[in-house]
């Protein structure tokens, strides 16, 4: 009864924050303490786009125009000439609706024009992996307008078939049937068999990402594992631009499974049950937003419970403590938006935004003794990043989260920062070098964690669960090399060679230089260019140079889409 009522508080929650500002529309008003167009002062280099014509310097500002929007097919004119595949493959697609497209823009007919929305809705488009590209154009202006016109092409949305991979040398895959853009209006919806090293799972997905206002979203999971179930319900009003006024979630989630606890060298240790439920609601209101930057306060409540239990015969040594907390907390963010806009980085030609604007997060909650929990408990979280430029064809983006809980001492406490180093080289074939570095570092861990590396944290020459620990470094070095060309306009391949270092340790290990572990390798890259965000199927051949705890070395062939850092 709890469970439910807490549940039907955060829905209330995320409602009325939905009715009490259902008026604010889609469009982005003038923030009142905007600058002054002609004081240079007001420019932002980071936005500007030489398709997009500057903000005149006069008093009187320039207004939108007329919005076109061109929605384009998986292939093109050109591209559907060369044969009946490209043809077949339009005909059976469902191509984006305008009107889906139009709801996504966070501009509209009549308000200021201003490039660092224009380039900021762009991005928008482009995040919500429907395209395979998207672009915004500015007309010269005229009668103190701005003419624009927004034009995208589909990426291939439905997913129907065999999925195999291999991580770190343990095999996973399924069988699924999905649709991205269920008849061209952005909705997702996905039926799925697959099992990786832990389970089976049979699971129906749906996704509405414009639930009832301009922005919100519903998405429901519900999946029926070989060892228990997960379901799930989310309503979420984020903050869809730098400049929303307001956001608002509501959250449930249930999942009953075995937990299993690994051995270094990937050995099951122990074995149990676990049901985790958490249901959450939260509201956040911008106090400062423009198109330049934002600055957010959030209040909300998260019940969290953790209940373990023992299985049938396999009773384990150590039953990890049951947990509960009810929070409330508050969070701060603030952020100043700056991207760059690039390809050859992660996703081939593909165009990708990389934000190097800075951004803190810091949240702050109790879950007290007085809300029927055994005990008081704090909450602290936090998390930022920032960039810059390197040059050029350089950048340098690092990362860095911290959470954990508070009674006497830090409980559960992680640290994670990253790192990353990437150069473009404009030679006749492209290449792109890429650094990484890793930390990881926790504190009176939860008897259920564990932390491993492996190639599923770097270590491509190593097996899952190789190492495990409560510390660990990672450096990966990579330069791809980008073929530029298509396979009969379908296929790009690439290659490339990386080598790989980690250290890991715990309490009673620590950190020593004659305990790193190293690898090398080549791999294979695929671009396809007609899938949605996540278009690159990667074969890396790593050689491990130094043996696991189990004395394995040498090859270890893994494949999997994305890359691996």
Do not use: C
């Not at 919806?189 to 414009?210: M, N, V």
């Not at 983006?397 to 830090?410: C, E, K, N, P």
Request: no cysteine; hydrophobic share 40%; net charge negative.
């Amino acid at each position: 009864m709890r469970e439910r009522a807490l549940l039907f508080a955060s829905i209330a929650l995320f409602v009325i924050t939905l009715g009490l500002r259902a008026d604010d529309g889609a469009s982005i008003d003038e923030p009142d303490d905007a600058s002054d167009p002609s004081d240079p002062a007001g420019a932002a280099p980071q936005h500007e786009d030489p398709s997009l014509p500057p903000i005149p310097r006069r008093a009187e500002s320039l207004h939108i125009g007329r919005v076109n929007v061109e929605a384009g097919d998986v292939f093109d004119q050109e591209q559907a000439s060369r044969g009946f595949i490209y043809r077949g493959a339009n005909a059976v697609h469902i191509s984006t609706r305008e009107s889906t497209v139009r709801r996504f823009l966070i501009f509209a007919e009549g308000d200021v024009y201003d490039p660092a929305v224009i380039a900021e809705a762009e991005r928008n488009l482009r995040a919500l992996g429907l395209f395979r590209s998207v672009e915004i154009r500015a007309s010269e202006p005229h009668d103190g307008s701005v003419d624009l016109t927004v034009r995208t092409q589909d990426a291939w949305t439905l997913s129907i078939g065999l999925s195999l991979g291999s991580d770190a040398g343990a095999m996973h895959g399924g069988v699924s049937i999905g649709e991205k853009n269920l008849v061209g209006t952005a909705r997702q919806l996905y039926f799925g068999f697959a099992q990786d090293a832990d389970r089976t799972y049979k699971s129906i997905e749906f996704l509405d990402p414009y639930f009832v206002l301009p922005y919100a979203s519903a998405h429901i999971l519900y999946a029926q594992t070989s060892d228990g179930y997960q379901r799930g319900l989310e309503l979420r009003r984020p903050f869809y631009s730098t400049a929303a006024p307001w956001a608002g979630e509501a959250i449930y989630a249930d999942l009953k499974r075995d937990e299993i606890l690994y051995e270094e060298g990937g050995a099951e240790s122990e074995r149990f049950g676990a049901t985790r439920l958490r249901v959450a609601g939260s509201w956040g209101l911008a106090l400062d937003a423009s198109a330049l930057s934002a600055t957010r306060l959030s209040l909300g409540l998260d019940w969290r419970r953790d209940r373990f239990r023992a299985l049938p015969g396999q009773p384990p040594s150590t039953l990890p403590a049951d947990r509960e907390f009810r929070y409330v907390f508050l969070q701060y963010e603030t952020l100043l938006p700056d991207f760059l806009k690039w390809n050859y980085v992660d996703h081939d030609d593909r165009v990708e935004d990389i934000g190097l604007g800075p951004r803190l997060m810091v949240k702050a909650g109790v879950s007290p003794a007085a809300f029927g929990v055994a005990r008081t408990t704090g909450l602290v979280e936090a998390a930022g990043e920032a960039g810059f430029r390197a040059g050029t064809n350089g950048f340098v983006r690092g990362r860095a989260t911290f959470d954990t809980r508070v009674a006497s001492t830090l409980e559960n406490a992680h640290f994670h920062g990253d790192i990353w180093l990437v150069r473009r080289f404009e030679t006749s074939l492209r290449q792109t070098f890429v650094a990484h570095a890793g930390v990881f570092r926790g504190w009176n861990l939860d008897a259920d964690e564990q932390f491993f590396m492996d190639g599923t944290t770097g270590m491509r020459g190593y097996r899952l669960r190789s190492f495990e620990g409560d510390r660990r470094i990672v450096l990966n070095l990579e330069q791809r090399f980008f073929s530029g060309w298509q396979i009969a306009g379908l296929v790009s391949p690439g290659f490339a060679v990386f080598a790989d270092a980690g250290l890991i340790g715990s309490p009673t290990r620590p950190l020593r230089l004659s305990q790193v572990k190293t690898d090398v390798g080549v791999g294979l890259r695929f671009a396809v260019a007609w899938a949605p965000l996540n278009n690159v199927f990667r074969i890396d051949a790593a050689y491990a140079l130094q043996p696991d705890p189990l004395g394995r070395k040498g090859w270890l062939i893994s494949f999997s889409s994305g890359q691996a850092f």
